[in-house]
């Protein structure tokens, strides 16, 4: 169980450095306050430094910042 864990991280650990080494300017993510599209938010804020255009269904600007803020907190 040990090993298998220590492999997952590793193995995480990679999957973070390619995403610090992304050359790409911008990115559309749709689906971004959904279980998925949360998590993929979330790391490309945290391990990136791309810019991020999240379409998202809402009445108001500020309605749209609230389900993003929810997702990522969830």
């Known amino acids: 169980i040990i090993d298998s864990s220590i492999k997952s ?3 995480q650990a990679r999957k ?3 995403l610090r080494d992304l050359e ?3 990115v559309l ?9 949360s998590y ?3 790391n490309l804020l945290k391990y990136s430094k791309v810019k991020i255009h999240c ?3 809402g009445l108001s ?10 997702a990522l907190k969830s």
């Open 40 to 42: 993929l938010l979330f």
């Open 9 to 11: 991280n590793i193995l």
């Open 61 to 70: 600007v500020e309605e749209v910042k609230q389900k993003i803020i929810v």
């Open 29 to 37: 993510l749709t689906g971004s306050t959904g279980f998925i599209g």
């Open 16 to 18: 973070i450095e390619r």
């Open 55 to 57: 379409l998202v269904r």
């Open 24 to 26: 790409i300017g911008n």
